[in-house]
T-cell receptor, first 110, second 114 residues
Framework: DAKTTQPPSMDCAEGRAANLPCNHS???????VYWYRQIHSQGPQYIIH???NNETNEMASLIITEDRKSSTLILPHATLRDTAVYYC???????????FGTGTSLTVIP | NAGVTQTPKFQVLKTGQSMTLQCAQD?????MSWYRQDPGMGLRLIHY???????DQGEVPNGYNVSRSTTEDFPLRLLSAAPSQTSVYFC?????????????FGPGTRLTVL
């Protein structure tokens, strides 16, 4: 599985959009991009995933560049409860292993 | 549905002791996995299973055994605990292996080995 690179930490003002970048320059055509988050020491929580197209759900939007070498997770209106570590992961279609990396620690500031 | 459940929530062991961490899911998921998370680190895959009777090693399998006799349960055994195994352990499940489905995680077991 390809590896990902994320900034170690970011801040965002409450109510503003949080844009979390991820670099996956060695991604293959059959690998999905996943985003999870972990609040305190709880189990990770699924946010969104995509292959080629941009995706949106009730939690967030995922923007994948045309060459698929990077992506951005967008939390449209960040709240204090969005303070967490966010993990960007790539996973092959037929793969069984999931590599989390160290993620981005997002702090939402009042 | 209870989702993914793990027991115990906390455990303290002495070096050399053995124990089993329990994981169960009630979603009829084929794929189950175990991760460990050390302080300030991301999760690392220990073992996984793509169905009853089938298990395989992940990134950090040494010192751990698993079995999958039923779809619902996926216990993790520490054969002879070592201080290096002090960590938080997460179990996860998904409908199947592969890239187009999400994993559901349990609340974790916090293990300390003295």
């Amino acid at each position: 599985d390809a590896k990902t690179t994320q900034p170690p930490s970011m801040d965002c003002a409450e109510g503003r959009a949080a844009n979390l970048p991820c670099n996956h320059s060695t991604i293959s055509g059959n690998e999905y991009v996943y985003w999870y988050r972990q609040i305190h020491s709880q189990g990770p929580q699924y946010i969104i995933h995509g292959l080629k197209n941009n995706e949106t759900n009730e939690m967030a939007s995922l923007i994948i560049t045309e060459d698929r070498k990077s992506s951005t997770l967008i939390l449209p209106h960040a709240t204090l409860r969005d303070t967490a570590v966010y993990y960007c992961i790539v996973r092959v279609v037929a793969g069984n292993q999931f590599y989390f990396g160290t993620g981005t620690s997002l702090t939402v500031i009042p | 549905n209870a989702g993914v459940t793990q027991t115990p929530k906390f455990q303290v062991l002495k070096t050399g002791q053995s124990m089993t961490l329990q994981c169960a899911q009630d979603m009829n998921h084929e794929y189950m996995s175990w991760y460990r998370q050390d302080p300030g680190m991301g999760l690392r895959l220990i073992h996984y299973s793509v169905g009853a009777g089938i298990t395989d090693q992940g990134e950090v399998p040494n010192g751990y055994n698993v079995s999958r006799s039923t779809t619902e349960d996926f216990p993790l055994r520490l054969l002879s605990a070592a201080p290096s195994q002090t960590s938080v352990y997460f179990c996860a499940s998904s409908p199947y292996g592969g890239g187009d489905n999400e994993q559901f995680f349990g609340p974790g077991t916090r293990l300390t080995v003295l």
